[in-house]
């Protein structure tokens, strides 16, 4: 699978986006899921929306932000809500077959920028 990241962008702390995972291939035995890096930072886990579905997210965005699909579309959606600037980084969504143990598959990411 190929995946596209968009709708990154620059937004007041409080603010919300909504980021896009455009996903081209056969997906329907894959695992969807969202990571970030911050500058100087490693690469963290954000969330994530398996194949049948089931969800889950990292402590620091639960309550926050939201991981949601559209078959139709071919997307995977991550709705982030009362954003603060230790939300500012790089997010990128990857792909994961069910029979595999990692993200294999990654797109470019998307500069999500929190800042008053």
């Known amino acids: 699978v190929q995946l596209q990241a968009s709708g990154g962008g620059s937004v007041q702390p409080g603010g919300s986006l909504r980021l896009s995972c455009a996903i081209s291939?056969?997906?329907?035995?894959?695992?969807i899921a969202w990571y970030r890096q911050a500058d100087g930072k490693e690469r963290e886990f954000v969330g994530s929306i398996s194949n049948s579905g089931v969800t889950a997210s990292a402590d620091s965005v639960k309550g926050r932000f939201t991981i949601s699909r559209d078959r139709v579309k071919r997307t995977v959606y991550l709705q982030m809500n009362s954003l603060n600037p230790e939300d500012t980084a790089v997010y990128y969504c990857?792909?994961?077959?069910?029979?595999?143990?990692?993200?294999?598959?990654w797109g470019q990411g998307t500069q999500v920028t929190v800042s008053s």
């Open positions: 291939g056969r997906w329907n035995h894959y695992g």
């Open positions: 990857a792909a994961k077959h069910i029979a595999s143990r990692t993200y294999d598959s």
